[in-house]
C-alpha cells in the first residue's frame, strides 16, 4: 500500500479526516479479503529509498493512495508513474490521466474539443497578464490542485474588481489561477468503479448562509462544524428522473474515458438553470474514508466497504482498461443500504 507521509501530517495537523483513517480501513478490508499488506511510507526526504523497496521486494499489486509527493499535489502522477515503469499492477488511475485531470485548463480543453460541455475558461499566470474576461459570476481556483484547495466563498465573483482580488489570492500561493465561468445551479456527482457506475449523489445547498455561493469549498470539505460544511449536505441517491440519471452517468463515463480513465473516480457535474450538463472537474482516485462520497455511493448501490475495495483491487488486477470510449457500462442499482453510514 503505497501512502504519502506529507498529506497525512498535513491533515493531522489541521484536524481533517486524515487518509490514515481511510488506509487503517482499507488495510482491514484487504485483509479480510485475504491479502497480506505492507505499507510503504513514501516521505520527503527518501524517496530514493521508498522506490528502491517498491522495486525490490515481491508485491503482487500496489494499491496507490498517494496524492502528493514531498507535499505538492502537482507531483502526485509520480508515485503512479514509478509504479507503472515497475510493470506492478496499481489500483486506481494511471500517471498519464492523473496528470490530464489535476491541469483543469488542459482538461477542460480535452473535454471541450470532444463536444463534452465544460464551462467557459481562462487562465491566469504568475507574472503575466490578467486575461480578458467579462462573463459572470465567475470562480477562480487553482489550476493545478485539488480537494478543493484555494477555493473558498469569496472565490466566486460577481465583477471585474472581485476577479482581479480572487486572481491576486491564488497567485500568492499557486504558479497559476483558472478562471471558470459560474454554472449556478445543481452540483451532481457521479462514481464510476471499474465498469459500475454507482448511484448520483447531490450536493444539498439549501441551508447555505445566504452570503455563501453554492459550492463545495474548502471550509465545506474540511473544516468541521464550519456554516459551509453544515450547508453542503450530500443527498444519495440525487432526485433526479430516471433517464436524466442515466444520460448524466453516460456523460461522465465519457468524459472519463476520454482522459483515458481506469480504476475509479468521481466525476463533479452542474446543472443550468435550463437543465444544461457541465462536466466542472474529474477526481481520480477518490478518497476512501469511510464518510466520503465515493464509499457513500457504493453503500447506495448495496455494496458493503470491503466489496468496494474488492472492486477496487479487481479493476488493477483486470489490467489497463484505458481508451475504451464504449465500455459495457454496468448502471448499479439503488439497492438497499448495508448498514455503513449513508
Known amino acids: ?66 496524492e502528493t509527493v514531498a507535499g505538492h499535489a502537482e507531483g502526485e502522477h509520480l508515485a503512479a508513474a514509478a509504479v507503472e515503469l515497475l510493470e506492478l499492477p496499481k489500483t486506481g488511475a494511471s500517471a498519464k490521466t492523473l496528470l490530464y485531470c489535476l491541469n483543469k485548463d488542459r482538461c477542460s480543453a480535452i473535454l471541450a474539443a470532444n463536444g463534452i460541455p465544460v464551462p467557459q475558461w481562462a487562465v491566469a499566470r504568475a507574472g503575466g497578464p490578467e486575461p480578458r474576461w467579462d462573463r459572470f459570476p465567475a470562480i477562480v481556483k487553482p489550476v493545478s490542485d485539488d480537494a478543493s484547495n484555494g477555493v473558498h466563498p469569496n472565490s466566486v465573483v460577481r465583477s471585474s474588481g472581485e476577479l482581479s482580488d480572487a486572481v ?58 464550519s456554516l459551509e460544511d453544515a450547508g453542503t449536505r ?49 477526481n481520480p482516485n477518490p ?30 488486477k483486470a489490467g489497463d482498461q484505458t481508451g475504451r470510449i464504449e465500455r459495457p457500462w454496468v448502471f448499479a442499482p439503488v439497492a438497499a443500504p448495508t448498514g455503513e453510514p449513508v
Open 287 to 316: 478518497d476512501l474514508s469511510i464518510d466520503a462520497g465515493l464509499v457513500r455511493q457504493a453503500s447506495v448501490a448495496g455494496w458493503s466497504y470491503v466489496e468496494l475495495v474488492e472492486r477496487i483491487v479487481e479493476a488493477a
Open 168 to 225: 491576486a489570492r491564488v497567485l500568492k500561493h499557486w504558479n497559476a489561477a483558472i478562471i471558470q465561468e459560474f454554472i449556478d445551479g445543481r452540483e451532481i456527482n457521479l462514481a464510476i468503479v471499474g465498469d459500475s457506475l454507482l448511484p448520483p449523489a447531490e450536493i444539498d445547498f439549501s441551508t447555505l448562509p445566504d452570503d455563501s455561493p453554492p459550492i463545495v469549498s474548502f471550509e465545506a470539505k474540511w473544516i468541521s462544524g
Open 234 to 282: 450530500p443527498v444519495c441517491p440525487a432526485s433526479l428522473d430516471p433517464n436524466m440519471a442515466r444520460e448524466l452517468q453516460l456523460l461522465a463515463a465519457r468524459a472519463w474515458a476520454l482522459l483515458d480513465g481506469c480504476g475509479y473516480a468521481r466525476v463533479d457535474i452542474r446543472l443550468s438553470d435550463d437543465g444544461s450538463p457541465y462536466v466542472i472537474d474529474i
Open 1 to 66: 500500500m503505497l501512502v504519502d507521509e506529507i498529506a497525512e501530517m498535513y491533515a493531522e495537523q489541521f484536524n481533517m479526516a486524515a487518509p490514515a483513517q481511510s488506509t487503517e480501513r482499507i488495510i482491514t478490508a484487504l485483509q479480510e479479503l485475504g491479502y497480506e499488506t505492507v505499507e510503504l511510507v513514501l516521505r520527503e526526504n527518501h524517496i530514493h529509498s521508498w522506490v528502491r523497496q517498491l522495486a525490490t521486494e515481491d508485491f503482487d499489486f500496489a494499491v496507490n493512495l498517494c
